[in-house]
């Protein structure tokens, strides 16, 4: 494998050593954890065909530094960020086996980053866990998510070790941001900040749309740490908000508060992240978002029998199913569930099997409508957390240090001595939370429609007609196996608003599809390149 990282000055990737010799067969555009599942099922097929009597040429381009591990699970997350479930939850059976194998061998040493960075809630953390790890019993663990990571990273090396040891293949990794993706002939031309490289074909695999920017006005002169994209390098957005809390810690009568806008998994990320820092002692912190809700709390424990979706299952009478309809009822049962003192993550599971049920009932306008609009709707009443977070929560509200509060952001009003008031449409109308903020972080999550505000790749990919944004503009519209045009593939979150193979696809964060529709691409493009070569031969 060949890991190239930018020059200092514009340059034309020759990987081969021959003057103007920059073609691939297949670049795969991102190098996160859809990219790693992709390219390791590809020459795992590859293994299966005759030697070529000259290698595939495949590279990879990111612009960060921790190739094949995924923003979530790579350099970029803090060490002791969890997964947001358990682990049985997290992977399917095949490959949580295959990870849990690879963790057995690897706990010795893939533990280190934690110890060496943890504070106390972290440090609770392994006292918690560490004799369930000691047994290779991780099943019930909501374990860091670099962990994973570094599986990911080891999975995809050896996978190109082993194709390029054989003559198979040569891998290439770029490190390098991509601005365009152009058609060249019958291939395309990858147009770097430093490289420009041409393909055959191209995966684009660039995980989701960054956050929408919430925070930029005013931040000049805001006294507050205003953190818009915090995911982007969550360590260093946490050394800037611990700065602040070190300032404010020795002022008990004026504590910093921090605000959280967003009431998602990433805002319990940051909330957990936060009060892990050694100056969070005294901080108070308020979480505003539209619903005032949290993800629902995950117990170790199974639910109380007796829930039962009577909505949905209603609807499986009617003549005819629709996608509002099916949205609708869902919601009336999740809704019923908590009357009855059930939690989001009680209903989960029966709400979501009657709606998979209901699903073959919609007609292909109405599927596709459910995948646009009324799946990823449905998802925001359905989030989950793991107890380690929510003990954060339960602490703070002890304390009398935590506020939820319900109400869109709308705008930051910063005064002439830099004092830093958060506004926000509630209720009862517009209003300012009751304290000014020391620091703000956006974790409301992307814009959400790509034909409004696409990222700088995206916007020219559609704006040049070489591919089209999914129904209401969630994703990148795709084909038959994942193909958005010819010779150009889409993998990973952007597959969000699509029906593939008559499914619906409105939530590919989830790294159990990832790993499921990544190694189905991988082993389809597999079949494509080894065509190409029986023809070139």
Known sequence: ??????????????????????????????????????????LDVLAEHPVPEVPLRLAAVDRASDAFSGLPYGDRAARTCLLITSLHDFLPDEERGRFSRWLAENKHWVFDELHATAGAWGRTWWSRHRDAIARDDFDLI????????????????????????????????????????????????????EYR?????????????????????????????????????LPAALRAVGARLDRQADQPAHPAHVVIIGGNASAMDVLYQVNDLDGAGTAVVTVLCPSGELPAKIVDHPA????????????????TVRAAELYAAAVLDIGHGREAGFTAADTLAPVSQAVIALLPRLSPEETTEFAGRWGAQLGRHQRRAGAEYWEVVER??????????AGSFTGLAVASDGTTAVEYVGPDGPTQLDRPADVVVNCAGPGGDLRLAAPRLLGQLIEDGVCQPSHLGAGIAVGEGLRAADGLWVMGPLLSGNVVDGRPIWHMEHCGRISAYGTEL???LAGELGDAEDAAA
């Open 1 to 42: 494998m060949t890991v190239i990282d930018a020059p200092t000055s514009s340059a034309t990737l020759d990987p081969t050593g021959a003057a103007g010799a920059t073609g691939h067969d297949l670049v795969f555009v991102g190098a996160g954890a859809s990219t790693a599942y992709t390219l390791v099922a590809l």
């Open 142 to 193: 909501f374990l860091p998510r670099y962990v994973f990571g570094a599986y990911l990273k080891d999975l995809a090396r050896r996978a190109i070790a082993r194709a390029e040891d054989s003559g198979r293949a040569r891998v290439s990794v770029l490190r390098d941001e991509v601005l365009g993706v152009r058609r060249d002939g019958s291939g395309y031309e990858i147009v770097g900040a």
């Open 197 to 233: 490289l041409r393909a055959d074909r191209v995966v684009l695999a660039v995980g989701s749309p960054p956050a929408a920017p919430r925070l930029a006005e005013g931040a000049d002169a805001a006294d507050a740490v205003l953190l818009d994209d915090p995911f982007a390098d």
């Open 304 to 319: 109380a029998p007796g829930f039962e979706p009577a909505e949905l299952q209603a609807l499986a009478h009617s003549e």
């Open 396 to 405: 703070l509200t002890a304390e009398d240090r935590f506020a939820l509060v």
């Open 522 to 524: 991988g082993r389809r």
